[in-house]
DNA sequence: GTCTATAATTTGATAGAC
DNA sequence: GTCTATCAAATTATAGAC
């Protein structure tokens, strides 16, 4: 994850392995990665990685999965807490992930969307850990929502839609190599939420 | 895609040698199934899949990813058209797609999906191929919302939205192992179907 | 804890007999 | 066109010196 804290010298090395992995995570999914390629990347010599994770390519995964996920979700939060209302701040959400995937040549999207596509039919402690994170994702959603009004139910399928609304939206873009899907995403979850508020406050 | 017509005996070798990697990248993606599993699931001999596919796996990738694609474009339609109305035939939609994924053990969802992001950033060509379908998926969608009166433009992106949400859906169910997400963005595709068609009738 | 060398297996791809 | 044997390189993982 480039936007947070890139990985300084003194970092240790058991963090610039997981900061690593998170990147190559990213671009590559979890199986078009190699171990080789993510103590590479992190300065570090290979068998590091075993004695961190004695647990292998699985237990690495899986701490990858859940550290980028909490930075990920901090990256949001806070985008959003920035903006004065609900509204806009899912408006900006949408732009920022655009602008996100724009500046890094469509590469910087959901930092865990392929690893989950990757293992759920295939390791299931991935995808347990990728499901946890999804859930913390849904759950901090649906607070912000709740804090307007909503109703529990209603706020979490709200936050359920707009982060679908924003999945398949970094799906289309990376393939299109294009935002048009972004703005049509974003568009859609506006209106969504402005919906919500809406019946909310009638009740 | 089991959904579609098995590999019969008789069956040629070089579309045996498609359908099995259709079948394995849906739930493995691209990067994690071999050309040995492959030939293997098709009970082809190793050989034929470089005869038949002299550019290797990318190549034999990108064919997979169009066919697989095109035969799923065919089933959600026929799905469609078998009800009496959009709103309607979008509810199926998603109800179709929940039933998919229950009854395969959640491994039966988007096609090309894993694929599209496992090489966005790795593969031009397949990435180019990915994004074909994708649009043609679009464009299949969007003449349908045309039919039902919408301008072009808001079909374009009402089919866009149904998509997104679907494949948002097939994330979070895969990885959660449950069809919540499905209720939660059929009921939101319904919505925007409903506001969408409101729209057009009123102008 | 750090780092190197290497084991054991699998990968995509090729050559060539039939 | 079918099929087998094999190559060179990459993979995850381990052993063990320092």
Same mark, same amino acid.
Request: net charge negative.
């Given at each position: 994850?480039?936007?947070?804290?890139?990985?300084?010298?003194?970092?240790?090395?058991?963090?610039?392995?997981? $900061?690593?992995?998170?990147?190559?995570?990213?671009r590559?999914?979890?199986?078009?990665?190699?171990?080789?390629?993510?103590?590479?990347?992190?300065?570090?010599?290979?068998?590091?990685?075993?004695?961190? @994770?004695p647990?292998?390519? $699985?237990?690495?995964?899986? $701490?990858?999965?859940?550290?980028? *996920?909490?930075?990920?979700?901090?990256?949001?939060?806070?985008?959003m807490?920035?903006?004065?209302?609900?509204?806009?701040?899912?408006?900006a959400? @949408?732009?920022?992930?655009?602008?996100?995937?724009?500046?890094?040549?469509?590469?910087?999207?959901?930092?865990?969307?392929?690893?989950?596509?990757?293992?759920?039919?295939?390791?299931?402690?991935?995808?347990?850990?990728?499901?946890?994170?999804?859930?913390?994702?849904?759950? *901090?959603?649906?607070?912000?929502?709740?804090?307007?009004?909503?109703?529990a139910?209603?706020?979490?399928?709200?936050?359920?839609?707009?982060?679908?609304?924003?999945?398949?939206? @970094?799906?289309?873009?990376?393939?299109?190599?294009?935002? $048009?899907?972004m703005? +049509? +995403?974003?568009?859609?979850?506006?209106a969504?939420?402005?919906?919500?508020?809406?019946?909310?406050?009638?009740?």
């Amino acid at each position: 994850m480039s936007q947070l804290g890139g990985s300084a010298a003194t970092t240790p090395t058991r963090e610039r392995i997981v $900061e690593a992995g998170a990147e190559l995570f990213l671009r590559q999914g979890y199986v078009g990665t190699g171990m080789k390629q993510i103590v590479t990347n992190a300065s570090a010599p290979f068998g590091s990685v075993y004695h961190f @994770f004695p647990g292998g390519k $699985e237990q690495l995964g899986a $701490e990858v999965v859940r550290w980028s *996920g909490a930075a990920y979700a901090l990256l949001v939060k806070e985008a959003m807490d920035a903006e004065p209302d609900l509204v806009t701040a899912v408006e900006a959400a @949408f732009v920022g992930a655009g602008e996100a995937l724009r500046t890094s040549g469509y590469a910087d999207a959901c930092p865990i969307a392929t690893v989950a596509l990757e293992v759920s039919s295939t390791s299931e402690p991935l995808r347990v850990a990728c499901a946890e994170v999804f859930e913390s994702w849904i759950q *901090g959603l649906a607070d912000r929502y709740q804090a307007e009004g909503l109703g529990a139910e209603a706020a979490r399928t709200l936050a359920q839609v707009f982060l679908m609304l924003l999945e398949g939206a @970094f799906l289309f873009c990376r393939a299109a190599r294009s935002l $048009e899907a972004m703005d +049509a +995403a974003g568009a859609a979850a506006v209106a969504a939420t402005r919906a919500g508020l809406a019946a909310a406050t009638s009740s």
